[in-house]
């Protein structure tokens, strides 16, 4: 007998599909919480500059060592981005670890999440 025209047996795949819908709306809630909550800090390799960035790769805070005094303004800014570029590399291994976590790592849901990161940083 086809299990859906068996009234007991549609109720129960109705009720799984929604117990399955409500853990995937929980999962997303909870990955969106962490993934709000990432911060990611990196220095350039000449130790002149440092950055922490957000899950969404925006400036959040820079310090400079005091070594910038001793070179030219187009090697901070230089490394102002080589810092951030790597502060926003981390924060999109970060999102990828929790999506993964979230959705599991063979979910078409966290493959299109993770291309859609790496596309928003290049």
């Known amino acids: ?3 859906l025209l068996d009234p007991d047996a549609s109720l129960a795949y109705l009720r799984g599909w929604q117990d399955r819908v409500d853990r995937n709306a ?14 990611a800090t990196a220095r350039d390799g000449n130790d002149l500059t440092e950055v922490t960035v957000d899950a969404t790769g925006a400036l959040l805070d820079i310090r400079f060592t005091d070594r910038i005094q001793r070179v030219p ?5 230089r490394a ?5 570029t790597t502060a926003r590399h981390a924060a999109t291994e ?8 979230a959705y599991g790592p063979n ?15 290049g």
């Open 94 to 101: 970060q999102s990828r670890t929790i999506v993964t976590e």
């Open 80 to 84: 102002v981005l080589a810092a951030t």
């Open 26 to 39: 929980e999962n997303a809630r909870t990955a969106a919480g962490r993934i709000a909550g990432i911060r």
């Open 1 to 3: 007998m086809d299990e």
């Open 107 to 121: 979910s078409a849901a966290a493959r299109a999440v993770i291309a859609r990161l790496e596309d928003d940083r």
């Open 73 to 77: 303004p187009d090697a901070v800014a």
